[in-house]
């Protein structure tokens, strides 16, 4: 093998490589949110509506309800219970959010599986 032959090989697994890391980079926010990655393939969008939050999941599995605990940092630690609402939707009320705070979601699947997102909230 030549040397312009063993280029050519490695230039073109790096472009193989280079376009799969990018069809498995993260999903952007589609509800005006901010995104977390949970294990595997797993995403959750936390969303403001007022003094209300709203959890978009998205998974095979359907979300069943779970847990929103703001972290006391500059504000009091404070937990709300997050209901079905809508295909992989789970809402909450009774929250404010502000710039900075830190936040973990706790989700319960129909399959049994539980997951843990973490939300720092930038808006």
Partial sequence: MSAREFLLI????????????????????????????GDQDIYAELVAKGESVVLYVEAEDKALGGTLRRLARRAPEQQVALAPAGENTLAGGALTLARGDQLRAHVRFASGREQTFAFTWWQ
């Fill in 10 to 37: 490695v230039a073109a697994a790096s472009v193989f490589a280079l376009g799969d890391a990018h069809a498995q980079a993260d999903p952007k926010p589609k509800h005006g949110g901010v995104m977390s990655r």
